[in-house]
């Protein structure tokens, strides 16, 4: 698998989901970063075809042999033809930073984290989501913490998650030191008369990236080598990035898993990048039930408890048809589920540390990481 690094050329224009139309009452676009795996799979995929001579319209069948021959993320992975992708991620001075596992709790200090605690299932009771619910529960007291939402944490920071130890606050970074919001107002010009358009006044948020941050994707089942050195368009706007050659960050090995005295095996999965489920609400891991590839295999055990973020609309861009792919849910980065299983499994849920779940996974969506958790560590709260 060959990485490249994608450095900001300027600032990019990344839209959430939100409708960006003319006659909107609400036309102000939301900047989001990092990107969503399928805009920067676009992205490659389109400088893979044009180092192969594609100059745009349809593709030949050539080039659909190679590298795919639709756009559509929800159908899975066979759009994508042999090609696999990894990531994206974000990277500082070449170092990968990750989302901050949401099973936390965080107390600023001045620009930084001082203090972070864990949170594990608590004891069983009942409450709006049903009966015999397990919430998460600090593991150890912690006054004025929140959840990190705008916090990313280092591989030894993420390596303590996964081990269940101390973590240190020199561990996190906050969004803020990493990249900036910029408000941008503009006016549709008609382009053969050079004069603007009556109504046509928009507002759009760029994200403008320290210079010491970039993106790392990881590219399988094609030759990149041609296409580093080269700019390629990435998110809207024509803002465009510069391709690098890199080398893939280096995720934290898999923790050691042991049953506990009772002989169940207490694990969690933390989502790296956002993971798709599939439409159906049954395919969601749902308290009780498993997380499940496509709606046949499943990750060893029963979801006991979870810490997940709010669902994030994506939908896309069919740039053959020429329209708007349909939103669809995500469980976002950061994401953490405990689930239970018995001793026997720890080789089959060791096997997909570092692996993804959920589908369309060659695309970069659901990449996770295993670590545990203890009965009782909740006790502290």
Known sequence: ????ILRPHDTLFLRDGRPFNQGDQEQTAAGIFPPYPPTVVGAVRAALARASGWNGGAWPAALQAALGDGVDWSRGDDPLGPLRFTGPFVLQDGKPLFPAPLCLLVKRSGDGVGEAVRLAPGEALDC???RGIRLPQKVEPLDGGKTPEDAWIDAAGLRAVLDGNVLQGSSFVLQDALWKSEARVGIARDPRTGT?????????AHVRLNKSVALGVGVGGADADGIIGTLAPL???????WIEAGTMPALPAATELTPDADGVLRYSVILLTPAFFGDAEDYWP????????????????RIVSACVGKPLAVGGWDGEARTPLP???????GSVWFLEAVAGDIPAVLARHGQGIGRATAWGFG???IGHWQRGESDGG
Do not use: F, K, N
């Open 327 to 333: 939103l669809r849910l995500l469980a976002p980065a």
């Open 286 to 301: 749902q308290p009780g039930g498993t997380i499940r590839d496509g709606a046949v295999a499943a990750l060893p055990g």
């Open 235 to 241: 998110g809207g706007e024509g803002r465009s990035v």
């Open 196 to 204: 603007t358009q009556e109504g046509a006044l928009y507002a759009a």
């Open 367 to 369: 990449l996770a990481v």
């Open 128 to 130: 709006d989501l049903g």
């Open 1 to 4: 698998m060959t990485t490249l």
